[in-house]
Each structure stands twice: as C-alpha cells, then as structure tokens.
C-alpha cells in the first residue's frame, strides 16, 4: 500500500504541474507516427533517469504510450535494457484525466549503477531543459549512487543485526538462486517454492525422524487409540503420491522410509477435517488395485 501511494502521490504533483520543472516534462501533444516526437521524448525520459527519476505527461489519446512500448523504444534507441524504469499510469486502459483534458503520465525511475547513455551521450535535466550532461552532473550521479549503495549496505547489515545470536549467515544471489551446499544446515523448513535457494541436507534423522510405528503412534496419540492403523498409512502414500513430497517423505539408501514432522501434522489436521480421511484413502487404494 505505501508504494501504491508514493506513486498516487507522484502521479498526482505530475497532473497539478503548470510548466516543465526539473522533474515534470510537459507535452501537450505527440504523435506516435513522428519520430522526431520519439526521439524527444526518450530523450527527456532519459534526462529524467540519469537525474533521479520524473515523471513526462503527455497529451491527447496516446493509447501506444503502454509501459510495454515505452520500455521497447527507449531499449531501441539507448541500447539499454532496464527493467522497471517507465510506469505508464494508468496501466489500462484509459488516461488520467485533469481540468477536462486528457494526460498520460510517464513515471520514470532513477537510473542505477551507470548513467542512460543516448547516442553516446548522458543527459540530464538542467532546470526545465534536457541538455548533455557535464561534469558537476557525473559527480551528483556517483554521489547519489554511493547514498544508494550505502543505503542498501545498512539495510543489509540491520538485517545481520536483527538476527538471534547464534544465527548463520548463508549468502546467496538474488532471483532464482542455484544450489548452495551448506555443511553447517542441520535444520531447516522445506518449502515447495522452487526460488527457494537449495540447501544440502545434513541429516535427515533430524528433519524426517519418523518411521511407519512413529507415525502411527503419533497420530494415535492426537486423534485416540485406533484412529490410524499402519494399512491406513500406507494408502495414504499410494493415494496421495507421498513419496514424491519431500517436505514428508525420504527413503534413505539403506532402511525404511522416514517422515517428517509436516506429515504427522497433515494426517492428523486432514483426519480432523475429514472423519472419513483414512477410510476414503483405503477405499480409493483397493479401487486402484481392483482396475
């Protein structure tokens, strides 16, 4: 919600603008056909970008000024592909409208890490013009890089700090990350959301401790004496593909299958749920079979 409204906001003092600024670039008209309109018009984009970020509102139905558009001309003529840098509001499908007149408003973000370059050149906005940049303008952008950096440093070091005393520090890249064998990982959550990053199991004694008796005995402890016999257990696997969930189910090279905590706890919340649990599971196996 808080970034829904710092962009409502942005939108907002971009509509109200009377004349361009350092941040607001106005166009009252542009022809998508032009491309003289094209070309100013990512050059201010870029100007915005390399000054920390603006916004242009343009005029007239320009139903082509989506984000998906925007992004493709600006990556066509800077050779720079930056995802998230141009928010078109609103999204879809008609403009903002203010005093009677039809806007579109160009959010555009700050540019990071290097400056936009346009033909070889960094723009930037001088006041209310776009010009080439100079070099007091490279300065303000490494200085405002080094704020950003040292910004990003601090959250992350708040976050070492916050943690319990005793905690591991495991550093992995961003996105979808690949696998990251940790020797030290004797205990851990498993989780079914494949940007996870991937941990080597240390011992599955300590995150499947469980036998077949275990289970039953664990199970017959919460639902009453009875409730879950070892036939029952076993039809659940079948049924249910248990022994694809790794989060439940690992067999070791040698020995009998080993359980998790997270499967006690399933059988015992579905059973709750559902009084016939364990007699559909029968039913539906011995199905299978008689096919």
């Known amino acids: 919600m808080a970034g829904g409204s710092a962009r409502q906001t942005a939108v907002e003092r971009a509509l109200s603008a009377t004349r361009d600024t350092a941040r607001v670039v106005l166009r009252p008209t542009f022809d998508p056909d032009d491309p003289a309109d094209w070309d100013a018009f990512v050059a201010d984009v870029a100007a915005l970008a390399n000054s920390g970020g603006g916004a242009v509102v343009v005029g007239g139905d320009n139903g082509v000024l989506d984000a998906g558009a925007v992004a493709a001309e600006l990556s066509r003529r800077t050779d720079d592909d930056r995802p998230g840098l141009v928010t078109v509001t609103p999204s879809a499908p008609e403009p903002a409208e203010h005093d009677g007149a039809t806007r579109t408003v160009v959010l555009v973000a700050a540019a990071t890490v290097s400056p936009l370059l346009l033909d070889g050149r960094v723009l930037v906005r001088h006041g209310a013009r776009t010009e080439p940049a100079r070099a007091a303008d490279l300065e303000r952008f490494v200085a405002r890089e080094v704020r950003r950096a040292r910004r990003e440093w601090l959250g992350e070091m708040a976050k070492v700090t916050r943690a319990p005393a005793g905690s591991q520090v495991v550093v992995v890249p961003p996105g979808v990350s690949p696998p990251v064998q940790v020797e ?108």
């Open 184 to 291: 030290v990982a004797e205990e851990f959550r498993v989780v079914d959301d494949p940007k996870a990053p991937a941990l080597g199991r240390t011992d599955f004694d300590r995150t499947h401790p469980y036998r077949e008796v275990d289970v039953v005995r664990l199970v017959s402890t919460e639902l009453g004496a009875g409730a879950v016999r070892h036939y029952d257990v076993q039809c659940v696997r079948r049924v249910y593909d248990v022994d694809r969930q790794e989060k439940w189910f690992h067999r070791p090279k040698f020995g009998s299958p080993q359980y998790s905590q997270a499967f006690v706890d399933w059988l015992v919340s579905s059973a709750r749920n559902d009084g016939g649990f364990f007699t559909d599971a029968v039913a539906r196996d011995q199905a299978r079979h008689r096919t």
